[in-house]
Protein backbone atom coordinates (compact mmCIF):
# COMPACT_ATOMS: atom_id res chain seq x y z
CA UNK A 1 0.00 0.00 0.00
CA UNK A 2 2.69 2.27 0.79
CA UNK A 3 4.96 1.83 -2.35
CA UNK A 4 1.36 2.30 -4.22
CA UNK A 5 0.75 5.27 -2.34
CA UNK A 6 4.33 6.79 -3.44
CA UNK A 7 4.05 5.93 -6.95
CA UNK A 8 0.48 7.50 -6.98
CA UNK A 9 2.35 10.66 -5.53
CA UNK A 10 5.15 11.01 -7.66
CA UNK A 11 2.68 10.76 -10.80
CA UNK A 12 0.68 13.33 -9.49
CA UNK A 13 3.53 15.84 -9.07
CA UNK A 14 4.66 14.91 -12.33
CA UNK A 15 1.72 16.01 -14.31
CA UNK A 16 1.66 19.23 -11.98
CA UNK A 17 4.93 19.75 -13.14
CA UNK A 18 5.90 19.11 -16.05
CA UNK A 19 3.88 18.53 -19.54
CA UNK A 20 3.73 14.75 -19.51
CA UNK A 21 1.79 14.09 -22.02
CA UNK A 22 3.75 16.19 -25.04
CA UNK A 23 6.77 13.92 -23.63
CA UNK A 24 4.68 10.68 -24.13
CA UNK A 25 3.62 11.93 -27.54
CA UNK A 26 7.08 13.37 -28.34
CA UNK A 27 8.18 9.94 -27.38
CA UNK A 28 6.06 7.98 -29.46
CA UNK A 29 5.83 10.14 -32.70
CA UNK A 30 9.79 9.89 -32.66
CA UNK A 31 10.07 6.39 -32.69
CA UNK A 32 7.24 6.24 -35.29
CA UNK A 33 8.45 8.42 -38.04
CA UNK A 34 12.20 7.19 -37.38
CA UNK A 35 10.97 3.45 -38.86
CA UNK A 36 9.91 5.61 -42.07
CA UNK A 37 13.11 7.44 -42.08
CA UNK A 38 15.11 8.04 -45.45
CA UNK A 39 18.86 7.16 -45.22
CA UNK A 40 20.04 9.78 -47.46
CA UNK A 41 23.81 8.67 -47.69
CA UNK A 42 21.90 5.81 -50.15
CA UNK A 43 19.07 7.02 -51.25
CA UNK A 44 19.39 10.66 -51.38
CA UNK A 45 16.53 12.95 -51.68
CA UNK A 46 15.76 14.41 -55.63
CA UNK A 47 14.95 18.73 -55.75
CA UNK A 48 11.26 17.79 -56.21
CA UNK A 49 11.16 15.34 -53.29
CA UNK A 50 12.01 18.56 -50.76
CA UNK A 51 8.43 20.22 -51.29
CA UNK A 52 7.05 16.81 -50.42
CA UNK A 53 4.58 17.05 -47.97
CA UNK A 54 5.09 14.62 -44.35
CA UNK A 55 2.27 13.21 -42.63
CA UNK A 56 1.73 12.72 -39.22
CA UNK A 57 -1.51 11.96 -37.33
CA UNK A 58 -3.78 12.87 -34.36
CA UNK A 59 -6.87 13.12 -32.21
CA UNK A 60 -8.61 15.55 -30.08
CA UNK A 61 -8.39 14.47 -26.30
CA UNK A 62 -9.34 15.93 -22.96
CA UNK A 63 -6.33 17.60 -22.61
CA UNK A 64 -6.45 19.22 -25.60
CA UNK A 65 -10.11 20.81 -24.54
CA UNK A 66 -10.18 24.97 -23.44
CA UNK A 67 -13.26 26.19 -21.75
CA UNK A 68 -15.18 25.99 -25.08
CA UNK A 69 -14.98 22.23 -25.43
CA UNK A 70 -12.85 23.07 -28.79
CA UNK A 71 -9.16 22.01 -29.15
CA UNK A 72 -7.51 25.07 -26.87
CA UNK A 73 -5.10 27.30 -29.65
CA UNK A 74 -2.00 26.62 -28.30
CA UNK A 75 -2.33 22.89 -28.79
CA UNK A 76 -2.23 23.42 -32.74
CA UNK A 77 1.34 24.61 -32.13
CA UNK A 78 2.31 21.74 -30.19
CA UNK A 79 0.98 19.38 -32.98
CA UNK A 80 2.67 21.45 -35.30
CA UNK A 81 5.87 21.06 -33.58
CA UNK A 82 5.14 16.65 -33.92
CA UNK A 83 4.70 17.48 -37.87
CA UNK A 84 8.06 19.25 -37.60
CA UNK A 85 9.87 16.50 -36.05
CA UNK A 86 8.24 14.04 -38.78
CA UNK A 87 9.02 16.03 -41.06
CA UNK A 88 13.00 16.52 -39.94
CA UNK A 89 13.46 12.52 -39.42
CA UNK A 90 11.63 10.97 -42.43
CA UNK A 91 13.00 13.38 -45.04
CA UNK A 92 16.53 13.07 -43.72
CA UNK A 93 17.16 16.87 -42.60
CA UNK A 94 17.86 15.41 -38.96
CA UNK A 95 20.73 13.42 -40.20
CA UNK A 96 21.99 15.82 -42.39
CA UNK A 97 22.40 18.30 -39.75
CA UNK A 98 23.19 16.37 -37.28
CA UNK A 99 26.51 15.44 -40.17
CA UNK A 100 27.01 19.12 -39.69
CA UNK A 101 26.55 20.01 -36.34
CA UNK A 102 23.76 21.93 -37.07
CA UNK A 103 20.67 22.66 -35.34
CA UNK A 104 17.23 24.40 -35.67
CA UNK A 105 15.41 26.82 -33.70
CA UNK A 106 11.74 28.26 -34.39
CA UNK A 107 12.22 32.06 -34.86
CA UNK A 108 8.84 32.97 -36.25
CA UNK A 109 5.36 31.31 -36.46
CA UNK A 110 2.21 32.93 -38.23
CA UNK A 111 -0.96 30.54 -37.39
CA UNK A 112 -4.46 31.30 -39.23
CA UNK A 113 -7.31 29.33 -37.39
CA UNK A 114 -10.42 28.60 -40.18
CA UNK A 115 -12.94 26.02 -37.39
CA UNK A 116 -12.47 25.00 -34.07
CA UNK A 117 -11.74 20.91 -33.61
CA UNK A 118 -13.63 19.08 -30.99
CA UNK A 119 -13.31 16.26 -28.66
CA UNK A 120 -12.55 12.71 -30.36
CA UNK A 121 -11.73 14.28 -33.50
CA UNK A 122 -9.03 12.89 -36.15
CA UNK A 123 -6.57 15.08 -37.64
CA UNK A 124 -3.46 14.99 -39.70
CA UNK A 125 -0.45 17.45 -39.86
CA UNK A 126 0.70 17.89 -43.00
CA UNK A 127 4.20 19.39 -43.22
CA UNK A 128 6.33 20.79 -46.14
CA UNK A 129 9.32 23.06 -47.40
CA UNK A 130 7.90 25.67 -49.02
CA UNK A 131 11.49 27.85 -49.38
CA UNK A 132 14.95 28.28 -47.89
CA UNK A 133 17.68 31.25 -47.25
CA UNK A 134 20.89 30.99 -46.26
CA UNK A 135 20.30 30.82 -42.32
CA UNK A 136 16.78 30.26 -42.49
CA UNK A 137 14.16 27.55 -43.31
CA UNK A 138 10.49 28.22 -44.30
CA UNK A 139 7.74 25.81 -43.67
CA UNK A 140 3.50 25.17 -44.33
CA UNK A 141 1.99 23.07 -41.81
CA UNK A 142 -1.93 22.36 -42.46
CA UNK A 143 -4.17 20.96 -40.02
CA UNK A 144 -6.48 18.59 -41.94
CA UNK A 145 -9.57 16.87 -40.65
CA UNK A 146 -10.99 13.66 -42.30
CA UNK A 147 -13.30 15.39 -44.12
CA UNK A 148 -10.47 17.14 -45.69
CA UNK A 149 -10.92 20.47 -44.40
CA UNK A 150 -7.85 22.34 -43.71
CA UNK A 151 -8.60 23.77 -39.79
CA UNK A 152 -5.67 25.30 -39.43
CA UNK A 153 -2.67 26.69 -41.57
CA UNK A 154 0.99 28.07 -39.92
CA UNK A 155 3.97 29.43 -41.80
CA UNK A 156 7.03 28.97 -39.67
CA UNK A 157 10.17 30.16 -40.17
CA UNK A 158 13.07 28.39 -39.00
CA UNK A 159 16.70 29.07 -38.18
CA UNK A 160 19.55 27.56 -39.05
CA UNK A 161 22.74 27.30 -36.12
CA UNK A 162 25.83 25.91 -37.32
CA UNK A 163 25.92 25.63 -40.89
CA UNK A 164 23.97 27.02 -43.84
CA UNK A 165 20.44 25.93 -44.60
CA UNK A 166 22.17 25.31 -48.41
CA UNK A 167 24.43 22.65 -46.70
CA UNK A 168 22.04 20.78 -45.42
CA UNK A 169 19.69 21.21 -48.20
CA UNK A 170 22.58 19.78 -50.47
CA UNK A 171 23.16 16.86 -47.66
CA UNK A 172 19.94 16.05 -48.20
CA UNK A 173 20.26 15.86 -52.37
CA UNK A 174 23.29 13.67 -52.15
CA UNK A 175 25.39 16.64 -52.13
CA UNK A 176 23.93 18.38 -55.52
CA UNK A 177 23.67 22.16 -55.16
CA UNK A 178 19.78 23.17 -55.42
CA UNK A 179 17.88 26.49 -55.80
CA UNK A 180 15.26 27.33 -53.37
CA UNK A 181 12.03 28.33 -55.13
CA UNK A 182 11.26 31.71 -54.59
CA UNK A 183 9.14 33.25 -51.59
CA UNK A 184 5.54 33.16 -52.96
CA UNK A 185 3.58 36.85 -52.40
CA UNK A 186 1.83 35.46 -49.18
CA UNK A 187 5.47 34.48 -47.35
CA UNK A 188 7.18 38.01 -48.89
CA UNK A 189 4.76 39.81 -47.00
CA UNK A 190 5.29 37.85 -43.90
CA UNK A 191 8.26 37.93 -43.95
CA UNK A 192 8.44 41.89 -44.36
CA UNK A 193 6.18 42.13 -41.14
CA UNK A 194 8.47 40.40 -39.54
CA UNK A 195 12.05 42.31 -40.31
CA UNK A 196 9.19 45.33 -39.70
CA UNK A 197 9.07 44.22 -36.16
CA UNK A 198 12.43 43.60 -35.37
CA UNK A 199 12.95 46.97 -36.43
CA UNK A 200 10.42 48.21 -34.21
CA UNK A 201 12.17 46.37 -31.47
CA UNK A 202 15.43 47.34 -32.03
CA UNK A 203 14.20 51.13 -32.24
CA UNK A 204 12.32 51.17 -28.79
CA UNK A 205 15.34 49.50 -27.17
CA UNK A 206 17.60 51.97 -28.20
CA UNK A 207 15.40 55.15 -27.46
CA UNK A 208 15.53 54.13 -24.03
Not at 17 to 35: A, E, N
Request: charged share 25%; aromatic share 12%.
Amino acid sequence: PMAMLIVIFVCCVLFIFFDVWYFIRFTYVFFVQRSKKRNIDENPLEEEDLYKEYVTSGIVLLSDLDMYMHMNNSKYGRECDFGRVGMYIRSGMKHALNKHHGRTLVNAINIRYRRPMHLFQRFDIYTSILCWEDNALYLEQKVITTDGFITAIALVKMAIRGVSCSEVISAMCGGKKVVSRKLSPELKSWQDSILQSSKRLKQELTSK
